[in-house]
C-alpha cells in the first residue's frame, strides 16, 4: 500500500513560474525524501528532510514538512524544461529497527517551455 | 549516473516462465533494496537485503525471491510469470541497513510477460 499521497497529480506550467507539490502521510516517520523520475528511468534523489526538521533548501528546491499535519510540500522555484519529470515523496518508518522507504503516488509536472 | 548497475535492461518472456534480474549496488553500499513500479500499483517495495542477510520484505509474492551474495550483488527470482507481473523493476542501493541515507537506483529493468 501507499504510504504517501502527492497532490496534485499532474501539474503543468510555464517556465520560469514556481512549482509546489505536496505529499501527505499517514504513519510517524523518521524522515522523508523526495526523488524525481524521468520517464521510464530510475529514480533520483532530491532532498531528505528529518522529522526533528520543518524546512530545507537545496538550490531551487525548497521543502517543508509539518508532522502535527503528516504533510510535506516540494517548491521548485524558476521551472526550467528540465524539470519535468515525476516527482514522489516517500517516507522512511521506524518498524521494530528495520526501515523501508515507502513511496506516494507520484505528481506529474510538466513545465511548458 | 547512480552507480547503481542493473541487468538485463529489457527482458521479454512467456507466462509461466522463471527470470533472474541483477543487481550490482555502489561500491561500499551494504543495503539492497527491490521495487517493482506498474502503472495501477506505483512503486512498491519488495525486499531488503543488508550485508546478506534479508531486512524487510514488503508487498513480494511467494513465487518471487531474492538473495544478496558475498560480493553484496542481488538477484531477483521471478517464477511462474503472470501477464500481471509486467512491470519495471528496480534495485536501490544505500550504505545503512535504515534509510538515515539517501537511496540510489539503478536504471530499472522492464519486464515483459506475454
Known amino acids: 500500500s501507499q504510504q504517501g499521497e502527492e497532490d496534485p497529480q499532474a501539474l503543468s506550467i510555464q517556465e520560469g513560474e514556481n512549482a509546489t507539490m505536496n505529499c501527505s502521510y499517514k504513519?510517524?516517520?523518521?524522515?522523508l525524501q523526495w526523488y524525481r523520475q524521468n520517464s521510464g528511468r530510475g529514480l533520483v534523489h532530491l532532498i531528505l528532510i528529518r522529522s526533528n526538521e520543518r524546512e530545507k533548501h537545496s538550490g531551487r528546491l525548497r521543502v517543508t514538512l509539518d508532522t502535527s499535519k503528516k504533510s510535506s510540500s516540494l517548491l521548485i522555484t524558476a521551472s526550467r524544461a528540465a524539470d519535468t519529470a515525476s516527482y514522489f515523496c516517500a517516507t522512511a518508518n521506524d518498524n521494530s529497527g528495520n526501515e523501508k522507504l515507502t513511496f506516494g503516488t507520484g505528481t506529474r509536472l510538466t513545465i511548458i517551455p | 549516473d547512480s552507480g547503481v548497475t542493473q541487468t538485463p535492461k529489457h527482458l521479454i518472456t512467456a507466462t509461466g516462465q522463471r527470470v533472474t534480474l541483477r543487481c550490482s549496488p555502489r561500491s561500499g553500499d551494504l543495503s539492497v533494496y527491490w521495487y517493482q513500479q506498474s502503472l495501477d500499483q506505483g512503486l512498491q517495495f519488495l525486499i531488503q537485503y543488508y550485508n546478506g542477510e534479508e531486512r524487510a520484505k514488503g508487498n513480494i509474492l511467494e513465487r518471487f525471491s531474492a538473495q544478496q551474495f558475498p560480493d553484496l550483488h542481488s538477484e531477483l527470482n521471478l517464477s511462474s510469470l503472470e501477464l500481471g507481473d509486467s512491470a519495471l523493476y528496480f534495485c536501490a542501493s544505500s550504505v545503512e541497513v535504515g534509510y538515515s541515507a539517501e537511496a540510489f537506483f539503478g536504471q530499472g529493468t522492464r519486464l515483459t510477460v506475454v
Open positions: 504513519t510517524s516517520i523518521n524522515n
